[in-house]
């Protein structure tokens, strides 16, 4: 890989690690609270209009990076896009896209 492409690669890292550590903060502290549950963790997400518009802008986001990122693995030949994916959901689309760049710019590189 050139130089340039393993500074983006570590940039990449450096941001979803930052969001792990971020958004899973703010997880736990929601978790370890007396209303932990699911319901209540989404009913949250639209408790007002400013988090409406948030947690809208965040699903539309999260569905056009699946998308494109599905695309882009069958272009490229990326393998376990679908872990990719599942991991948007499960972990933060925030930490799960910034692995699938790493992973695309790896894959461009030939490395």
Request: charged share 10%.
């Amino acid at each position: 890989m050139s130089r340039p492409t393993r500074t983006l690669c570590f940039l990449y890292a450096i941001l979803a690690v930052a969001a792990l550590v971020v958004t899973w903060s703010w997880n736990f502290a929601f978790f370890a609270g007396p209303d932990a549950s699911l319901g209540s963790f989404l009913a949250g997400a639209y408790a007002n209009p400013a988090a409406a518009s948030l947690s809208s802008d965040l699903l539309f986001l999260t569905l056009v990076a699946v998308v494109w990122m599905v695309v882009e693995a069958r272009r490229h030949g990326i393998r376990f896009v679908w872990l990719y994916v599942a991991m948007g959901f499960a972990v933060a689309i925030s930490v799960s896209f910034p692995l699938f760049l790493i992973a695309r710019e790896r894959r461009l590189a030939g490395a």
